[in-house]
C-alpha cells in the first residue's frame, strides 16, 4: 500500500450510467474505462471534481470489475481487481482496508449505488457519483 489517496471504482456501475452500447461488448468498455482511469494515477482529480479533495494530487486507483468484465489486466497506474462474488462486497472490503492500513488515509469511492455509498462511507470512505471520472 502506498500513502496517497485510494480511488475505487465501482466498474460495472460507472461503465452503465452512459448509454453508448456497453452492453455489446461489457470487456471492451471496461477495459475503455480503464485506460480513461490511468490519468489519475498521476494528475490526480481534475479541479471541481470532489470537494475537499486536493486537485492533482496523485492518486492510488482501483477499478472493480465482475461479470463479464472479469480478468481484464492492471495497467500502469490502475489496479484491476476481478470479483470473484460480489463487486459491492468487494469495494466495501478494500474502502474498510484502506483506512485501517494506514489510518487517516482518504479513500473515494466512486459510484452511483446507494446501498454501497452507504456501505463505504460508514468504512470512512468519501463518495462520488460516476460522472467525476468518467471521460469527458
Given at each position: 500500500?502506498?500513502?496517497?489517496?485510494?480511488?475505487?471504482?465501482?466498474?460495472?456501475?460507472?461503465?452503465?450510467?452512459?448509454p453508448?452500447?456497453?452492453?455489446?461488448?461489457?470487456?471492451?468498455?471496461?477495459?475503455?474505462?480503464?485506460?480513461?482511469?490511468?490519468?489519475?494515477?498521476?494528475?490526480?482529480?481534475p479541479?471541481?471534481?470532489?470537494?475537499?479533495?486536493?486537485v492533482?494530487?496523485?492518486?492510488?486507483v482501483?477499478?472493480?470489475v465482475?461479470?463479464?468484465?472479469?480478468?481484464?489486466?492492471?495497467v500502469?497506474g490502475?489496479?484491476?481487481?476481478?470479483?470473484?462474488?460480489?463487486?459491492?462486497?468487494?469495494?466495501?472490503?478494500?474502502?474498510?482496508?484502506?483506512?485501517?492500513?494506514?489510518?487517516?488515509?482518504?479513500?473515494?469511492v466512486?459510484?452511483?449505488?446507494?446501498?454501497?455509498?452507504?456501505?463505504?462511507?460508514?468504512?470512512?470512505?468519501?463518495?462520488v457519483?460516476?460522472?467525476?471520472?468518467?471521460?469527458?
Amino acid at each position: 500500500m502506498t500513502g496517497r489517496p485510494l480511488l475505487v471504482v465501482d466498474g460495472a456501475n460507472v461503465v452503465g450510467s452512459v448509454p453508448d452500447g456497453w452492453w455489446r461488448d461489457r470487456r471492451a468498455a471496461a477495459e475503455r474505462l480503464r485506460d480513461a482511469l490511468a490519468g489519475f494515477a498521476t494528475s490526480g482529480l481534475p479541479a471541481g471534481g470532489v470537494p475537499g479533495w486536493a486537485v492533482g494530487t496523485p492518486l492510488e486507483v482501483v477499478l472493480v470489475v465482475e461479470g463479464a468484465a472479469r480478468g481484464i489486466a492492471s495497467v500502469p497506474g490502475v489496479r484491476v481487481e476481478s470479483a470473484a462474488g460480489s463487486g459491492d462486497d468487494l469495494i466495501a472490503a478494500l474502502a474498510a482496508a484502506a483506512g485501517s492500513a494506514a489510518p487517516g488515509r482518504p479513500c473515494l469511492v466512486a459510484t452511483a449505488d446507494r446501498e454501497l455509498r452507504a456501505r463505504v462511507t460508514a468504512s470512512g470512505a468519501a463518495v462520488v457519483g460516476p460522472r467525476a471520472v468518467r471521460p469527458r
